[in-house]
Antibody, heavy 122, light 113 residues
Framework: EVQLVQSGPEMKKPGESLIISCQGFGYTFSRYWIAWVRQKPGKGLEWMGIIYPGDSDTRYNPSFRGQVTISAGTSINTAYLRWSSLKASDTAIYYC???????????????WGQGTLVTVSS | DIVMTQSPEYLAVSLGERATIKCRSSQNVLYSSNNYDYLAWYQQKPGQSPKLLIYWASTRESGVPERFSGSGSGTDFTLTISSLQAEDVAVYFCHQYYSFPFTFGPGTTVDIK
C-alpha cells in the first residue's frame, strides 16, 4: 500500500528556520514526483513546487521560489520542504503528494500525505 | 499561469439528488498530441487530506464510487455526483497539470439541503 507519512506539527517564531518531511512507503520512491501543496486556514490549495527524487529535478511555483527549498533523499525515501526564515504568513497546513507521470512531466496527485500544520507566531 | 475558476462556490443538494460543479481554465488544457485533457478533481472532507476522484477529466480513480463522473474538454469541465450521499459532504477542487505552475480551482463546498 502506497503511503506518504509527514512529520508532525510545528510551532515556530518569525525568523526561525524549519524543515518538514514526507516519507514514502510501498513504492519505488525515486521513480515518482513529489509535490508540496499549501493550504492556509479555511482556504484553497496552492501548488508550491515538485521534485523528482531520482535526479532531483525540481520545479517551483514562481510565487514560492526563493521562499522555500524543496529537496529529497532517495536512500531514506524522504522529501523535504525547508524555510530559512519563517513569516507569520507561512502559517498553514502543508501537504506532500505523489504525482503520476510519463516521460518527464508529472501529472495528477494520486496519493497525499496527512499534512503538517505549521504555525508561525511571536 | 493558467487560472482555474469554479462555480458555484457553495452548493446545497438534497440526499439522492444530483450535484453539478463547473470548472473553467483560462487556457486550453487539452494536449493535442495525445488528446488528453490535463484536468483532475479532488475531494477534501473536513479535517482530511485531499483525495483524487477523477483524472484526465473523465477517468475515475480506482475505488471511487460510480456516482462521481467527470466530463468536458478544452477549457470547460464538470464534476457530477449523480445521487448525493451524506458522505459526499466536502470541498471539491479542480486541478490543471497541463503546465507549470500547476494550479487549483478555489473549491466548491457541497452540503446537504
Amino acid at each position: 500500500e502506497v503511503q506518504l507519512v509527514q512529520s508532525g506539527p510545528e510551532m515556530k517564531k518569525p525568523g526561525e528556520s524549519l524543515i518538514i518531511s514526507c516519507q514514502g512507503f510501498g513504492y519505488t520512491f525515486s521513480r515518482y514526483w513529489i509535490a508540496w501543496v499549501r493550504q492556509k486556514p479555511g482556504k484553497g490549495l496552492e501548488w508550491m513546487g515538485i521534485i523528482y527524487p531520482g535526479d532531483s529535478d525540481t520545479r517551483y511555483n514562481p510565487s514560492f521560489r526563493g521562499q522555500v527549498t524543496i529537496s529529497a533523499g532517495t536512500s531514506i525515501n524522504t522529501a523535504y520542504l525547508r524555510w530559512s526564515s519563517l513569516k507569520a504568513s507561512d502559517t498553514a497546513i502543508y501537504y506532500c503528494a505523489r504525482a503520476e507521470w510519463e516521460v518527464v512531466h508529472p501529472y495528477y496527485f494520486d496519493h497525499w500525505g496527512q499534512g503538517t500544520l505549521v504555525t508561525v507566531s511571536s | 499561469d493558467i487560472v482555474m475558476t469554479q462555480s458555484p462556490e457553495y452548493l446545497a443538494v438534497s440526499l439522492g439528488e444530483r450535484a453539478t460543479i463547473k470548472c473553467r481554465s483560462s487556457q486550453n488544457v487539452l494536449y493535442s498530441s495525445n488528446n488528453y485533457d490535463y484536468l483532475a478533481w479532488y475531494q477534501q472532507k473536513p479535517g482530511q487530506s485531499p483525495k483524487l476522484l477523477i483524472y484526465w477529466a473523465s477517468t475515475r480513480e480506482s475505488g471511487v464510487p460510480e456516482r462521481f463522473s467527470g466530463s468536458g474538454s478544452g477549457t470547460d469541465f464538470t464534476l457530477t455526483i449523480s445521487s448525493l450521499q451524506a458522505e459526499d459532504v466536502a470541498v471539491y477542487f479542480c486541478h490543471q497539470y497541463y503546465s507549470f505552475p500547476f494550479t487549483f480551482g478555489p473549491g466548491t463546498t457541497v452540503d446537504i439541503k
